[in-house]
């Protein structure tokens, strides 16, 4: 056989050498890991080693300072699962001396959101905002509790004295301040020592054409018609002083029965029923038993086409 195609016959039959196993074996570069293969095709990044596993790490905080946050007010001593203060958008409660005080942050959350911060910090209390005429805007218009048992008597006797826990009242804070002005926010003030459950309704300023939940006399201190005396006066005068105030006017017709259930106003008893009347229906001369207020610009005149006598 002739020797060139002998010695081509022999190299074909030999393994060719890895490149990169040549380059090490030869000195060229050390030994390392070899890298993976490139591809052109595109891989997501969260697929990448390094920034998968950050993204693994930053997922793992997230989820820690989630947790932080929602444990986030510290425990108070003897009230198990509640804290020291709470917030939320609708309510912020901290204890201050001896009294937690809450402060309304917006005053048409729902009524559940500000239970969800009393029942934090271990109160059951169910508080709810209502629409109020201006003299009972951080007033507690209503409220109920429910009857508990305190310490044994100081009798001796050993037997619980039950009564019912009212140790709540409302107002502004800071104190003496004005809604609408700064910081200023209606607030409940409840004893440290508070027990039982209690149902609230606090009086907030109404929104444009808003009932106040409570109308009140438009002629008490802090209302529209201050200092006016409208009782038993004729509609004509009262209605001056109305359009002095640019108030608006609805009536009710007040009527006056010798039987049926009865109750005192002042000393004196009567029966009164109540309808609404359109305004052409009352004379200048009818008489008014009452101004009320009843909604922001609105008040009502309880009237009567003469005055009303008390029953015997």
């Not at 074996?25 to 990448?48: D, I, K, Y």
Request: charged share 25%; aromatic share 6%; glycine share 8%.
């Amino acid at each position: 056989m002739d020797e060139m195609k002998l010695l081509q016959q022999m190299r074909a039959e030999m393994p060719t050498p890895d490149p990169d196993a040549l380059a090490v074996a030869v000195g060229w570069r050390s030994e390392h890991p070899a890298e993976p293969r490139r591809s052109n095709r595109w891989r997501s990044p969260v697929l990448t080693p390094n920034l998968s596993r950050g993204l693994i790490v930053g997922a793992v905080l997230t989820a820690v300072l989630a947790a932080v946050l929602a444990i986030g007010p510290s425990v108070v001593p003897g009230r198990s699962g509640s804290a020291t203060s709470y917030a939320n958008s609708a309510i912020e409660i901290e204890k201050q001396n001896d009294y937690w005080v809450a402060k309304i942050k917006d005053p048409l959350a729902d009524h559940e959101r500000y239970a969800e911060g009393f029942r934090a910090v271990g109160l059951e209390v169910r508080l709810s905002l209502v629409p109020a005429s201006p003299a009972d805007v951080g007033r507690l218009v209503w409220l109920d509790a429910d009857e508990t048992e305190t310490s044994p008597s100081q009798g001796g006797d050993g037997t619980p004295t039950p009564r019912v826990h009212m140790d709540i009242s409302a107002g502004n804070e800071p104190s003496g301040c004005q809604i609408g002005q700064g910081d200023c926010r209606l607030a409940v003030r409840i004893s440290e020592d508070f027990h039982g459950a209690v149902s609230g309704e606090l009086g907030r300023s109404a929104q444009q054409g808003e009932p106040y939940r409570y109308p009140t006399l438009a002629t008490d201190p802090g209302e529209v018609l201050q200092g006016v005396d409208a009782h038993e006066r004729p509609v004509a005068e009262v209605l001056d002083e109305v359009k002095k105030r640019d108030l608006q006017v609805v009536y009710e017709r007040v009527t006056s029965h010798d039987e049926g259930p009865s109750n005192y106003i002042g000393q004196q008893r009567y029966n009164l029923t109540f309808a609404p009347i359109d305004a052409s229906e009352v004379g200048p001369n009818w008489v008014v038993w009452q101004a009320r207020s009843i909604q922001d610009g609105v008040i009502q005149l309880q009237v009567s086409p003469e005055k009303l006598k008390p029953l015997p």
